[in-house]
């Protein structure tokens, strides 16, 4: 699939890959959390291997977001089967926030969702990403368990978070 228009200045937002693009998606988002949030070293393979499983699989859909052809944002959804989808992959560079930017990419991937027949959305996160669980809330997910743990190098509270898109009967 080709670019979609242009967003917001000269951001713009593609569902094709290209050469790097998952090597930028985990280098991402291996900086960014571990500048913002602390993550050490081992939340990368957690990015790295379902994602290339996720490419190789065809099972869903990839969004980049580019700004003067550097990727400064992801999203993905997966198909999970039975009609249910996971969100992955969420990451805008601080540079890029506050913009909508994040609004139309998590819009388009529920979109894509619901045109896939999808009846639910699930993601996880963990709590103190503050600013993506305003997000998630504002499209009606809600947080569905949280497991408390020792991850990415620290003590972190991990939620899972969905989102019905439809109701399904004898669910």
């Known amino acids: 699939m080709s670019a979609m228009p242009a967003c917001k200045g000269d951001i713009r937002i593609r569902t094709a890959l290209a050469p790097g693009d998952l090597g930028m998606i985990v280098h991402l988002h291996g900086v960014h959390y571990a500048r913002e949030f602390g993550l050490d070293t081992s939340f990368e393979p957690y990015v790295a291997k379902p994602l290339a499983d996720f490419v190789t699989s065809g099972k869903g859909r990839l969004w980049i977001a580019e700004q003067n052809g550097s990727m400064v944002g992801s999203v993905a959804l997966i198909d999970d089967g039975q009609g249910v989808g996971q969100l992955r992959w969420f990451l805008l560079v601080p540079s890029v926030r506050g913009q909508g930017l994040g609004r139309r990419m998590l819009g ?24 993506a669980l305003g997000l998630y809330q504002r499209f009606g997910f809600v947080v569905a368990a949280e497991k408390p743990g020792q991850i990415w190098g620290a003590q972190r509270t991990e939620l899972r978070m969905q989102l019905v898109l439809a109701p399904t009967a004898g669910r």
């Open 108 to 131: 388009e991937a529920i979109s894509y969702g619901r045109a896939c027949g999808m009846h639910r959305i699930f993601l996880w996160t963990f709590a103190e990403l503050k600013d």
